[in-house]
């Protein structure tokens, strides 16, 4: 597919079908849609944790021991973990020298939403939402 490169300001009265790449700032109008990725939770330790990407994370086979670790973390930026093991905690890691709600990590509990956003360049905060299933 053939690609087009704007190096302004770029408008459009009728939408953008596709993938649009690289740092958006202003206002986004319309119907925004997160990518779902499906994730197995593996490791014991941030250098051995399954790697989430930016969007909605669906993880399985938590073991309560095993995890997934977050991007490094840039202002702005939301990420969305679903512990979709019934009973099993899943290990969440922030990136190498960021934190997550102040430490290292944090464990989730099954069947729970957890909701990562990136206050600064090195700060993840988050809430857990349990699921209605």
């Known amino acids: 597919m053939a690609q087009t490169r704007f190096s302004g300001p770029v408008a459009s009265d009728n939408g953008f079908i596709g993938n649009v790449t690289g740092n958006i700032t202003g206002t986004v109008t319309g119907t925004v849609v997160q990518p779902v990725s ?3 939770a593996a490791g014991t330790n941030l250098s051995t944790a399954a790697a989430l990407s930016n969007g909605v994370n669906v993880v399985a086979s938590a073991s309560g021991t095993n995890g997934v670790k977050l ?9 969305t973990v679903y512990n979709s093991a019934a009973t099993n905690g ?4 922030a990136n190498t020298s960021d934190t997550i709600n102040g430490t290292a990590s944090v464990t ?3 069947s729970t939403w957890l909701q990562c956003i990136a206050t600064t360049d090195a700060v993840w905060l988050t809430t857990i939402f349990t699921a209605n299933t």
């Open 38 to 40: 499906a994730v197995t």
């Open 90 to 93: 899943l290990i969440v890691y």
């Open 71 to 79: 991007p490094t973390a840039v202002a702005g930026t939301t990420i």
């Open 108 to 110: 989730m509990e099954g």
